[in-house]
């Protein structure tokens, strides 16, 4: 072989080693695997221990209504009297009585009963929900307190 086709043959012989692998080290087997029959499917693979169960909607605890105290924070739910409703909010001196703020904006549980959980300090809380603009008093509040206007609030304790 003269140095002018090995200089020529080199280059070649570098990709052909390179496009079918050879030469390249991983950090799998050094030896192949054994064969497996084409025509049998693979067992389907039980779940480990390790794996977290997915939650079980019918396990999940019916909360009262009202507002309800967990380790997530205060949950309130709220069925109103009338269907169709569109938006409601919770509103109170835990967010300067903001009837419109999106942070405190329910959602429908799709039974019709709106919730939502707000994480609040140790205190005396006062609300209301604000369903497509009307004030509505909680009527399973815990307790309740003047609302200047003259109706009422709801009023609750996070100890």
Known sequence: MTSRSFRLFTPLFAIAVAACG??????????????????????????TPTEPAAPATAAKRPMAPGPNQTADGVVFNFKPES?????????GNFNDW???????????DGTGTWTITVKLPPGTYQYKFVADGQWIKDPYSPGDAPDGFGGRNGKFDVK
């Open 98 to 108: 903001n009837p419109s703020n999106a942070q405190y904006l329910m959602t429908d």
């Open 83 to 91: 269907t169709g409703k569109k938006k409601i909010f919770l509103a």
């Open 22 to 47: 050879g030469g390249a080290t991983s950090a799998g087997p050094t030896t192949p695997a054994p064969p497996t029959a084409a025509a049998e499917p693979a067992p389907a693979a039980a779940p």
